[in-house]
């Protein structure tokens, strides 16, 4: 069974600033099946990022994702004030078909 | 395009049954899942089952406890859920899986609030 873990837990920022996500997979996973998900408070996880890379549709480009085999990493490039939010990354496999990342907190400095 | 109801105050040892309504989609050729967050906590994938029903795929945490299913003609998703604790209290999220060259949960709804309190 694939562990994802995500660091650091939470990351205290500033509105302009570039934001470094990491996930790391227990053992290796196609680079197809990575994902990164955006919950603001009250809502629900939106997808933000899939396929390690590719931006869903509405995804500003100051997103972008990146890596292979078991590290890989979202990036915000500029944080905008609605930028502040839990990040989640997920992986689809054969057995669990999901497994998510534990979340990194964007928090406000 | 999902909306999720059934949630409720339980007492321990309780059951619910979740319901998930889809719309805009064609539904009966998509996976389907469960995904949970208990208060203040990260996101817990919890069951799964394919377009067809054929195959079915649950979490450790409520396997033997809790059973997804679907009516594709009526374009709903399902959760029965028994033997409920304290730590099944969650919302309680379906979600799509789209499946392709790629493969990630795309749609979701808003969820449904599940208490167990005595």
């Known amino acids: 069974e694939i562990v994802m873990t995500q660091s650091p837990g939470t990351l205290s920022l500033s509105p302009g600033e570039r934001a470094t996500l990491s996930c790391r997979a227990s053992?290796?996973?196609?680079?197809?099946?990575l994902g990164w998900y955006q919950q603001r408070p009250g809502q629900a996880p939106r997808l933000l990022i899939y396929?390690?890379?590719i931006r869903a549709t509405g995804t500003p480009d100051r997103f972008s994702g990146s890596g292979s085999g078991t590290d890989f990493t979202l990036t915000i490039t500029r944080l905008e004030p609605e930028d502040f939010a839990v990040y989640y990354c997920?992986?689809?496999?054969?057995?669990?078909?999901?497994?998510f990342g534990g979340g990194t907190k964007v928090e406000i400095k | 395009q999902l909306v999720e109801s059934g949630g409720d105050l339980v007492t321990p040892g309780g059951s619910l049954r979740l319901s998930c309504a889809a719309s805009a989609f064609p539904f009966s050729t998509f996976s389907l899942n469960w995904v949970r967050q208990a208060p203040g906590k990260g996101l817990e994938w919890i069951a799964s089952?394919?377009?067809?029903?054929?195959?079915?795929w649950y979490a450790h945490s409520v396997r033997g406890r809790f059973t997804i299913s679907r009516d594709n003609g009526m374009s709903l998703l399902f959760l029965q859920m028994n033997g409920l604790t304290g730590d099944d209290t969650a919302v309680y999220y379906c979600?799509?899986?789209?499946?392709?060259?790629?493969?990630?949960?795309?749609?979701w709804g808003r969820g449904t609030t599940v208490t167990v309190s005595s």
């Open positions: 053992q290796t996973i196609t680079s197809n099946s």
């Open positions: 089952i394919s377009s067809s029903s054929a195959y079915i």
């Open positions: 396929g390690t890379y």
């Open positions: 979600a799509r899986t789209w499946e392709g060259d790629y493969y990630f949960m795309d749609v």
């Open positions: 997920h992986q689809y496999g054969f057995s669990p078909p999901h497994t």
